[in-house]
C-alpha cells in the first residue's frame, strides 16, 4: 500500500461529494460537499493542498453493464479538468452503485434521503474512496485508471 493521503470525489450534476484517507491509506472518511460550478475545482485543489493529498480519486460513473452512462462523459471531463488545473495525480475508479449504497446506508440510519442529499454525496464520496484503497490493499494493484492530459500531464 502505497502512503499518504487521497481524496475521495463523487462528481454530480449539481453537487460534489468529498471524503479523505488517513495517511496511511486505510480509512475514508466525509469531508464536505461543493456546489458544482465556479470555483468547485479551485475548491478541490485546496482542499488537497491542505491536506498534503498524493493522489484524487474520481469516481466513474458507468452502467451496470460497464457501459458508459450518461453521466460517465461529464465525470470523465471533470477529471481531465483537475488533472490539467493541478499537479496532484488523478486516478478514476468504477463507482457504480455507490449513490444507491449511500441512499441505502442512510435510509437505513433514519435519515430522510431529501433533507440528506449533501451527506449522501459524501457518502458516495467515502464508498467510492474506501472502495480504491480497499482494491490497492488487498490486491496490491493500484485501482482505476490515471487521467492524463492530451498534453500528457
Known amino acids: 500500500m502505497r502512503p499518504g493521503v487521497r481524496l475521495g470525489i463523487d462528481v454530480g450534476k449539481v453537487r460534489i461529494g468529498v471524503a479523505s484517507s ?4 486505510m480509512l475514508a472518511t466525509p469531508v464536505s460537499t461543493i456546489a458544482r460550478g465556479d470555483g468547485d475545482i479551485a475548491r478541490i485543489l485546496a482542499e488537497a493542498t491542505e491536506r498534503s493529498v498524493v493522489e484524487i480519486v474520481i469516481g466513474l460513473p458507468l452502467a451496470l453493464s460497464g457501459a458508459d452512462s450518461a453521466s460517465t462523459r461529464d465525470a470523465r471531463d471533470f477529471a481531465l479538468r483537475v488533472a490539467m488545473s493541478g ?50 490493499r488487498t490486491g496490491g494493484a493500484l485501482p482505476g485508471a490515471v487521467v492524463v492530459s492530451p498534453e500528457g500531464r
Open 22 to 25: 488517513d495517511p496511511h491509506g
Open 87 to 136: 499537479d496532484i495525480p488523478v486516478r478514476m475508479v468504477d463507482e457504480r452503485l455507490s449513490t444507491v449504497s449511500a441512499t441505502r446506508a442512510l435510509q437505513a440510519s433514519g435519515r430522510n434521503s431529501r433533507r440528506s442529499r449533501s451527506v449522501i454525496d459524501q457518502v458516495a464520496a467515502v464508498i467510492i474512496l474506501q472502495h480504491a484503497l480497499d482494491v490497492e
